[in-house]
């Protein structure tokens, strides 16, 4: 496979073709994630619950996102690689700047962040300076003290027509892609209605052009007493660690998963 690109994703989208994308905080899941032919391979502060043990992603710290991204970096020489701007870490341009670059030089090829409106300018900074920005929205886990819990975001209209203007607002603002987390079906065919970049999904239902899943979720080995509505174990059945992503990859590809099971209304 060779190695996945920015405009690779528009030509696959152009081409009718959903895009795989799994989390990985280390050097063997990235390996298998490359020998399954994922395309896109997130190195989330989700690493510091999932292998860290910690209570949630504000504890992680910009030096374990950094050693987290080299491990997957020198696994995988095929997938495209963003990294999580931790917690704070973006807290002022010069700030956002600095460690964006740092995740660069480890690594990765794109870094995400997680908010609306308020992170235009610095996406036009670091869009400027040829750091791509996947912009996250929806359910935003670093900001889970103001949502107060985790559950659908965007249900009511005036939050939807929100969220709309923000995702257009944050597409002028030279982000190359956006993630929409737990958010319903419906808001996510208005918010692709309106905008032209690539529209990745976690729990915001089948029209996405791609899907994204926390890999300890794929493979049922995740430390939540419970599972969200839109993750699915693959590795039961399955032969091996490799065999659950390759079965990810092709459920994504053919567009079974997620099904009406996995999606909000």
């Given at each position: 496979m060779k190695k996945f690109s920015i405009p690779d994703i528009h030509t696959k989208i152009k081409a009718n073709e959903k895009i795989s994308f799994i989390t990985a905080y280390d050097f063997p899941t990235s390996f298998y994630a490359k020998e399954a032919e994922i395309e896109m391979i997130l190195v989330g502060d989700s690493g510091g619950m999932c292998l860290l043990g910690k209570k949630s992603t504000m504890e992680v710290t910009m030096d374990e996102m950094l050693i987290m991204t080299e491990a997957v970096a020198k696994a995988n020489s095929s997938s495209l690689i963003i990294a999580d701007m931790p917690f704070?870490?973006?807290?002022?341009?010069?700030?956002?700047?600095?460690?964006?670059?740092?995740?660069?030089?480890?690594?990765?090829?794109?870094?995400?962040?997680?908010?609306?409106?308020?992170?235009?300018?610095?996406?036009?900074?670091?869009?400027?300076?040829?750091?791509?920005?996947?912009?996250?929205?929806?359910?935003?886990?670093?900001?889970?003290?103001?949502?107060?819990?985790y559950f659908v975001q965007g249900r009511d209209i005036?939050?939807?027509?929100?969220m709309i203007e923000e995702a257009k607002s944050l597409e002028n603002a030279g982000a190359s892609m956006i993630l929409l987390e737990c958010?319903?079906?419906d808001l996510t065919i208005e918010i692709m209605d309106n905008i032209s970049v690539p529209v990745i999904g976690i729990g915001a239902g089948q029209k996405t052009?791609?899907?994204i899943m926390v890999v300890h979720d794929l493979l049922g080995i995740s430390c939540l007493e419970k599972s969200p509505k839109f993750v699915k174990n693959f590795l039961k059945g399955s032969s091996s660690i490799e065999s659950a992503i390759s079965k990810y990859v092709k459920s994504v590809k053919n567009k079974t998963f997620p099904s009406k099971s996995h999606t909000f209304y």
């Open positions: 704070m870490s973006y807290s002022t341009d010069h700030l956002a700047l600095e460690n964006a670059t740092r995740l660069m030089q480890n690594g990765a090829h794109s870094v995400k962040i997680e908010g609306g409106s308020w992170i235009c300018k610095l996406t036009s900074i670091l869009a400027e300076r040829g750091i791509p920005v996947c912009a996250h929205m929806g359910l935003t886990p670093q900001s889970i003290n103001r949502i107060g819990g005036s939050k939807k027509k929100h958010i319903p079906n052009d791609g899907q």
